[in-house]
């Protein structure tokens, strides 16, 4: 058995393909001390762009850090389907309403690939689950928040499916092989999302009085969410120097939001539609863009538990696996035959 230092309580020790073992953090707190020469082995692979793959040592940290953030990550996709899933039952004609379905499942899907990836890490995917819908574990910000018109979901599958690409593509190039992998097929998924969500956007941006002004109440209600999407400024963040020296994360917080609003604040201007920040601007002596510092208080509250829609997230899940349990156990039961016919 290979240790790594973590554990699960109320899980047996489950062999999984990285053969790793977590626990829950030791109740007295210790630290798990790595061996410094495997470490400093470990940096230098790191340093010199190789990947690292769920069979190799690493140190418990990083492991640790990974299945927080993958597991997070996943947690979004899922949860992510929902404001724009609640759009289904009435996109605006049937070619809207198959693209959404589409677009949709995909997500979910996206979910799939990042719980097999934090598994090669060893925490059961039920367990993830069962931390998510008990409120134990984060998931993006933005999807707290209601889509309340037809133009909510062309703003989250443009800009949000925007903001997602650029943390994506850039991680993709990191360190940990299963997570790359799966980022490199989410982006190209995501990709699509982006163009479909664009081109929901002009066709409002560019339709009826009554649909500019749709999209612009959108765009006014997405873009604080938005902005707290990229993670706390680099001067509050905790994770990211520890992620970036091991390349989990590519680039830091301010920095991917630098580069979301160099990609799209000059594509939403081109619409006509308006930024309500009356303070955003390309400073021309730092080369970077001015904005109103986001209200990180609230951005607390809201990955804490307390945004608008946080507890209607959670209870939806929550019904999705009580509804969704027969099937898991029937599953389970491959060797068992039918006795009744099914028609
Ligand atoms: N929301 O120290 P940092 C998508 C937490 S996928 C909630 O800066 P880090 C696709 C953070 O976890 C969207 N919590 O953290 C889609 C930490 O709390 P902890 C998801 C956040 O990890 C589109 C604390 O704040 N993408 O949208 C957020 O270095 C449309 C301190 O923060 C990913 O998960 C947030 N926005 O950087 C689906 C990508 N930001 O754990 C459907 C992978 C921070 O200590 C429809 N993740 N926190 O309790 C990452 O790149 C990073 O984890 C960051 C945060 C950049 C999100």
Redesign the pocket.
Known sequence: MRFTGISYKKTKPIKMYGGGYIFEESKNGAQVQDDPVRLEEFEARIQGGEKIEPMDWMPYEYRK?LI???E??AH??II??L??GTWITRAPGFRRKLALMA?VQD?VG?AQLLYSAAETLGKPREVMINDLITGKS??????NYPAVTWADTAV??WL??A??II??VA?SKGSYGPYCRALERICME?SF?LKYGHDNVVFLATGTPKQREMVQDALNRWWKPIM?????SDKI????ET?MRWKV?MAS?DD?RQKFLDMYVPKIWELGLTIPDPLLKKNEDTGKWDYTEPDWEE??R??NGDGPCNKERLAVRRRAEEKGEWVRKALMRNAEEYTVPLS
Do not use: C, W
């Not at 707290?228 to 706390?232: I, M, V, Y």
């Not at 963040?237 to 990211?240: A, D, G, K, Y």
């Open positions: 850090q927080r953030m993958i997070q990550h979004s996709e992510g389907a404001p724009e677009k997500e996206h984060k998931y993006s910000n933005v999807f989250i599958a949000i499916d903001g997602a943390n994506q991680n995501e999302h707290h999407f990229f993670g706390p963040s905790v994770h990211t992620l994360k917080n991917m951005f607390k809201v990955i």
